[in-house]
């Protein structure tokens, strides 16, 4: 069961409240995050939630019979804004498009880019400063000097940045410098990484893991939220198969699915899906009709001469098309 609390709960009617959910049989844990205070109930007791809902302090409660109990649609049936300021948001009434390189190569592609997205009216950069690459040879990104330059860029344009974050010592600057903080797929279980992005209140986006279940994304949801952030994205980027025609396997069925359990934004990323760069327009569009909230996508002036996942990167000129294909897609998607 989820408890919400009431602001300014007394010190003595919290105690009761435990006191009272502890001899149901029944094992407690508070969550404090940027909204509310929650007390999570575990345990399989049958209970008359009249007994708990009228004591003071608390606002609200909810039975929720799923393993991930806050990031569940059975407790929060409207869904999560994230909100990125200046009017920036992603939401299931604002779809985002959120474009980009794979890596943050220098000051001038970082310009052509933002010059791009501008031309297009995209609101949120995607690009890496530190890129986790099967080989250790491979380009492996710029840091934190590269991310800095990116931001003083994008403030210039009025563009938001989402970067990735692969390990806790980096989350501090990246914080300074981005606004969404991106967990990828080798990290979707780092729950050390993913306690501590449960600590700051930075919106963070989780990508399905290589080889994950929508169950294990939503508990990799469930720990950043219980650490205290309710700032949460999925993203559905394709998951490791038999199949070696493509890249991975872009699990459209998981967009739905998620949408009916998850209150949080359901992201696609059509490159990363499927890998090759003929086919990411149509599986973009494929995954708005299919309910996503919005689409992460590859970009780049040149993409033969990118330094990772030039197979997979659109050309601006591709990338112009998609981004009014989306729109119209989504006014589509709103007209049935």
């Not at 929060?76 to 890596?103: N, Q, R, W, Y």
């Not at 692969?166 to 979707?188: F, H, P, W």
């Not at 394709?238 to 739905?256: H, K, M, Q, V």
């Amino acid at each position: 069961m989820i408890i919400q609390l009431t602001k300014n709960i007394k010190a003595d009617d919290r105690n009761l409240i435990h006191e009272k959910v502890n001899g149901l049989g029944y094992k407690t844990t508070e969550v404090t995050t940027q909204n509310c205070a929650y007390l999570i109930g575990i345990g399989k007791k049958e209970l008359d939630l009249r007994e708990l809902g009228g004591m003071p302090g608390v606002a609200d409660i909810h039975k929720v019979s799923d393993a991930y109990k806050l990031v569940s649609r059975k407790w929060k049936v409207h869904p999560t804004t994230i909100d990125l300021g200046d009017g920036v948001k992603i939401s299931e009434g604002d779809f985002a498009i959120m474009a980009g390189p794979c890596s943050i190569e220098s000051e001038e592609q970082i310009v052509s880019v933002l010059e791009h997205l501008k031309a297009n009216g995209v609101k949120i950069m995607r690009g890496g400063v530190y890129k986790p690459r099967s080989s250790p040879y491979a380009f492996r990104g710029l840091g934190v000097d590269g991310l800095k330059i990116w931001y003083q860029h994008a403030q210039e344009f009025g563009i938001k940045i989402i970067t990735e974050v692969m390990q806790s010592s980096q989350i501090e600057d990246l914080c300074k410098y981005s606004d969404i903080l991106q967990v990828g797929a080798r990290n979707s279980q780092n729950f050390n990484l993913l306690d501590a992005l449960g600590e700051v209140d930075k919106p963070v986006m989780l990508k399905r893991g290589i080889s994950g279940s929508l169950d294990e994304l939503l508990q990799c949801a469930e720990y950043v939220f219980s650490g205290g952030n309710e700032k949460l994205l999925l993203c559905e980027r394709g998951i490791r198969s038999y199949e070696t025609a493509y890249r991975n396997t872009f699990d459209l069925n998981a967009i739905p699915i998620l949408k009916e359990k998850t209150h949080l934004p359901v992201i696609a990323d059509p490159s990363h899906g499927i890998g090759l760069r003929a086919y990411v327009e149509p599986m973009a569009l494929a995954s708005v009709m299919a309910g996503a909230d919005g689409v992460i996508f590859e970009t780049h002036a040149h993409p033969e001469k990118a330094f990772s996942d030039a197979q997979q990167t659109l050309n601006f000129a591709e990338s112009s098309t998609l981004i009014k294909k989306l729109r119209a897609t989504v006014d589509l998607r709103k007209s049935f």
